[in-house]
Structure formats: structure tokens, C-alpha cells
């Protein structure tokens, strides 16, 4: 089985910079990439951004351009660097694992997530 932690969210100002980080355990093994989700309140949970073991990426139109997903497999970890934040970038921010091409969830199985709270 797989298990994530997310953590590194935070209460920004607009236009500011945030790194995430999500621990995961079984990263290198797995046939299917990682990715990030969010949900802002009241509204469903969407993907992010995704990163396949070898390194391919794959973005949301809403964050294209802005935020960069990435690994470090000696650590097990996959960040989601966001710059130049909105308020509407708010929300929880969950990691698990997801198909390349879709970004949708493999499976409905979510931790606590991080909160990341923009203002204006």
C-alpha cells in the first residue's frame, strides 16, 4: 500500500511563492504517476499536476505556467513549487496517485491535505 503526507501549506498574500512537499512510501514502484489535487470549499476536489516515475509532467490549465511539480526519489518525496498565487488557488491540497493523461485518482483514498489560503 501506498501512504502520502502532505505538508508545507500556508497563508499567503497574492502573488507570493509556496513549496509543498508529500511524503510517499512505494513511489519508485509504482506504474502510475503522483500527482496533486485540491478543494476549495464548496466545491469538488480538482487535480493539479502530476508526475509520472520517469519524470513526465502533466498540469491543470488553471495552474499551467505557475507551478511545477517535481520528485526526489532518495527521499520519497514529490513538491508542488507554486508561484505568483491567487485567491482562487485556494483550498486543501492532497497528493495520491493518478493516471498521466487524465490526472484523475486511481483511487478514492485521501489524507488530511495542507492547507494553502491566499489572500487579496
Known amino acids: 500500500q501506498v501512504h502520502f503526507v502532505e505538508s508545507g501549506g500556508d497563508l499567503v498574500q497574492a502573488g507570493g511563492s509556496l513549496r509543498l512537499s508529500c511524503a510517499a512510501s512505494?513511489?519508485?514502484?509504482?506504474?502510475?504517476?503522483i500527482g496533486w489535487y485540491r478543494q476549495a470549499p464548496g466545491k469538488r476536489r480538482e487535480w493539479v499536476a502530476i508526475i509520472s516515475r520517469s519524470g513526465i509532467t502533466n498540469y491543470a490549465d488553471a495552474v499551467k505556467g505557475r507551478f511545477t511539480i517535481s520528485r526526489d526519489d532518495a527521499k520519497n518525496t514529490v513538491y508542488l513549487q507554486m508561484i505568483s498565487l491567487k485567491p482562487e488557488d485556494t483550498g486543501v491540497y492532497y497528493c495520491?496517485?493518478?493516471?498521466?493523461?487524465?490526472?484523475?485518482?486511481?483511487?478514492?483514498?485521501w489524507g488530511q491535505g495542507t492547507q494553502v489560503t491566499v489572500s487579496s
Open positions: 495520491n496517485t493518478g493516471y498521466m493523461a487524465s490526472g484523475k485518482a486511481t483511487r478514492d483514498y
Open positions: 512505494g513511489i519508485t514502484s509504482s506504474i502510475v504517476g
